[in-house]
């Protein structure tokens, strides 16, 4: 079992540069990842990015490559979400989901955060 709770976010005006925390417990693994997903009203929940729980290593999705940064706190069960440069089309919530690195499928995810709004004003 592992628990997520997600902190961070609120509105933003376009170009800010907030950050989330999601805070993790319970049972977790090097070899597995931390993940953020979005999901924007009327549209499927999509992958942001990840970082192997090790740390070692991250990707995102080509939407926000160059502008979000996921890292590991000192506190390592804490992962954060940098998000630079934001646009009116990032406006959605954003989850942390513990998974297997490696995947973008929300289905292969077992353990989700509660989500946290993050709106974007133009």
């Known amino acids: 079992q592992v628990q997520l709770v997600e902190a961070g976010g609120g509105l933003v005006q376009a170009g800010g540069s907030p950050r989330l925390a999601c805070v993790a417990s319970?049972?977790?693994?090097?070899?597995?990842?931390m993940s953020w997903f979005r999901q924007a009203s009327w549209k499927e929940r999509e992958f942001v990015g990840a970082i192997r729980w090790s740390g070692a290593s991250t990707y995102y999705a080509d939407s926000v490559k160059g502008r979000f940064t996921i890292s590991r706190g000192n506190a390592k069960n804490t992962v954060y979400l940098q998000m630079n440069s934001l646009k009116p089309e990032d406006t959605a919530i954003y989850y942390c989901?513990?998974?297997?690195?490696?995947?973008?499928?929300?289905?292969?995810?077992?353990?989700w955060g509660q989500g946290t709004q993050v709106t974007v004003s133009s």
């Open positions: 989901a513990w998974g297997p690195y490696g995947s973008t499928s929300t289905r292969e995810y077992d353990y």
């Open positions: 319970g049972r977790t693994f090097s070899w597995y990842a």
